[in-house]
């Protein structure tokens, strides 16, 4: 694969994050909600974050172990976030990944976009399982993985430090995993 796959679903369009996206990349990101929900995401949210994020996605893409797309409306090709894959190559399986702008919540996108970073997961990088973990706070995430047929496989009580403490003043967090194998996907799309 030499060129930064393309993918199309009913309404939306995922391909490669772009240095123009970055000043909806900051505002959307920027907001305690999104980071409050996600694992990775620094809050305040910079555009230094947002350039080091396109650069990991570059460098991902060149050692074909990370697909990071933009999330884009079809209808007028506008920036709503972003989801993925990081791939663990020597097991075969992938972390799935994603952030959706507040704006667009609650619509369905991010239902839609995993399942087309699923299908190409299972039928283009040929991987035999996909995982995703979520804060338990963020129960919609949950959600997102249910509709697209994920299976809860485990629960991890106060795993990790929350974003914003330290190991001198902890407040812990738990976290939910799913997952998909490639015949559990097979089974849902026969």
Known sequence: MDQFPKLE?????????????IPKIVSYANNSKITENTRTLPYPYLEEDAVSWIHMINQGFKNKDNFIFALRKK?????????????????????????????????????????????????????????????????ASGKVMIKNGMVKEAEFIDHDIKRGHTIEDPVYVSLVQYRLTKTEYQSLNK
């Open 75 to 139: 209808l007028d090709d506008a920036f709503i976030g972003g989801i993925g894959l990081t791939l663990d190559v020597q097991n075969n399986r992938a972390e799935l990944g994603y952030w959706t702008a507040e704006p667009f919540w609650n619509k369905g996108y991010t239902t839609e976009g995993v399942k087309a970073i699923l299908s190409f997961g299972f039928e283009t990088l040929k991987l035999n399982k996909i995982i995703a973990i979520y804060l338990t706070a963020n129960e």
């Open 9 to 21: 679903t009913t309404r939306l369009i995922l391909d490669k994050v772009q240095l123009a996206d």
